[in-house]
């Protein structure tokens, strides 16, 4: 079988070789000097030789001088499509090297395909479409690495507000890492894409892992990526993590209170040692990533009952920035409010209307459990649900429950906080029930009425001991 098998391949060889030389333009053999040793009965005609013997033994340069088959012969790698000038002429051509049984580099054979390279216009054309759209595919892909919000967007005027924008504009001048720590619906991300955006690694990119939303078998493949074939089904030509992604740039992450123990490990390596392995791959690599964590839990509580590593706390924990709830900065509701009004009927192509002060008072009159991203759904609703020019306070109360916590009074801190802290309390566990119970006590879903996350809403209810 072995001797019929090399037989056969000797003779596709041959027959591979005289079909090619009858099909194209011409074809020419060099021999390991680059000498000529043969070349087709046509070739010569297309060069204008006259006499076709007097060019055997010649170097290749002498008859065709600018050929690269010295080059393919030196280097043994082909050279599969190239444009050979030849006096006014300019001809397609393939070079390809010629081994031996032992793969020694003997010789060169190339081959004229056509003698006009506007032949190759299809292919070009082709390739050049190929080209743009891989240039158009790579140019959105930046823009989604680029953040949409500034310290612009973080709206407030408050002095808890101008605080927090304070501390942020210092930390985005420094490379530290940042832990934004803050009840969900607070602005974590947009905080973290402003001092990305103000930061030296503006013009890297910003990339985010929302570590809950994410299965934890799929993490570590997540973070640090996957080599080629490392497992069944796995992309052969492997896929790059999101550290490879941020190189340069901002990682964030999201609810890193969400993170397992066993990738808490391997993240504080990752960031100590800025090198990882990829899954499947024994080669380290290495990444130049600014890391900005988030997390709506009481990390410190969950340091002391061991489980969250303290090593990766103190290393997330450099630079702390801490969102305040919505129901510590009212003084921001009327501004924060006509902004979203704003952004909400832009976004759904609708004319822009006003909020009169009749409905920011309703709007003082809820406690906010969900913050600004609560907010947001509230006056989303309520805008396409009514058809005046100006939201007013009956639009809200069809979208809103009754109201559970009077509008906050000056002067009186001591008495007055606490009734407040029990109406939030009061008010979320009212909401957490009737979500729960409008979705049939399916957690997920409840969660995403409530516009939180899942741990998000399990903490509350072991909390609120629901």
């Known amino acids: 079988m ?9 003779l596709a060889s041959q027959s591979l070789l005289s079909h090619f030389a009858d099909l194209c333009e011409g074809a020419v053999i060099v021999d ?17 030789l006259d006499d076709p013997a007097a060019v055997i033994g010649r170097p290749i340069e002498e008859v065709i001088p ?19 000038d030849f006096g006014d002429e300019a001809f397609v051509v393939t070079r390809l090297p010629l081994r031996d049984a032992a793969g020694k580099v003997v010789g060169a054979v190339g081959f004229m395909l056509y003698d006009d390279p506007r032949h190759l216009t299809p292919v070009v054309a082709r390739f050049q479409r190929l080209r743009a759209d891989l240039a158009e595919a790579e140019r959105k892909l930046v823009a989604e690495r680029r953040t949409r919000y500034s310290f612009a967007s973080f709206v407030g005027v408050g002095p808890a507000c101008a605080e927090l924008k304070g501390a942020a504009r210092r930390a985005a001048r420094t490379a530290s890492s940042v832990l934004i720590v803050g009840e969900t619906g607070t602005g974590k991300e947009l905080l973290a894409q402003a001092i990305h955006a103000a930061s030296p690694r503006a013009a890297g990119p910003f990339v985010a892992v929302n570590i809950a939303a994410v299965p934890e078998t799929l993490l570590e493949a997540e973070f640090f990526g996957v080599a080629p074939g490392a497992y069944t089904g796995a992309d052969r030509r492997g896929r790059e993590g999101k550290f490879k992604l941020a190189d340069g740039g901002t990682l964030f992450l999201d609810e890193i209170g969400d993170m397992s123990l ?19 791959s024994n080669r380290l690599e290495t990444a130049d990533v600014r890391v900005i964590a988030a997390t709506s839990r009481d990390l410190e509580k969950m ?18 920035l801490e969102t305040p709830p919505l129901r510590e900065r009212m003084e921001d509701l009327p501004l924060l409010a006509e902004y979203l009004v704003e952004q909400i009927c832009r976004r759904q192509g609708m004319p822009v209307r006003g909020i009169s002060a009749d409905a920011i008072e309703r709007l003082r009159r809820h406690a906010w459990p969900g913050n600004v991203r609560e907010l947001s759904n509230v006056l989303e609703r309520a805008l ?21 916590a009077p509008a906050p009074a ?4 001591g008495a007055d906080a606490v009734g407040l802290a029990e109406a939030v309390a009061h008010a979320e566990r009212h909401a957490i029930a009737a979500a729960i119970d409008r979705c049939h006590g399916n957690k997920a879903q409840a969660a995403r009425l409530l516009g939180i996350s899942r741990a998000a809403l ?8 629901l």
């Open 32 to 48: 390991a000097d680059a000498r000529v040793v043969w070349m087709s009965d046509r070739y010569p005609g297309r060069l204008g």
């Open 262 to 280: 066993t990738l808490q490990a391997k993240l504080l390596r990752t960031l100590q040692e800025r090198e990882f392995e990829a899954v499947g």
């Open 66 to 84: 600018n050929s690269q088959m010295r080059q393919v012969v030196e280097s043994g790698r082909p050279i599969m499509v190239d444009i050979m």
């Open 410 to 413: 000056t002067g009186r801190a």
């Open 303 to 320: 340091v002391a009952e061991g489980t969250f590593r303290a090593d990766l706390y103190y290393r997330l924990n450099v630079i702390r």
């Open 384 to 404: 396409l649900m009514s058809d005046g020019d100006v939201l007013e306070a009956a639009d809200l109360e069809r979208v809103m429950p009754p109201p559970t």
């Open 458 to 465: 399990y903490e509350k209810i072991a909390a609120l001991g």
């Open 2 to 10: 072995t001797s019929r098998g090399e037989t056969l391949r000797e």
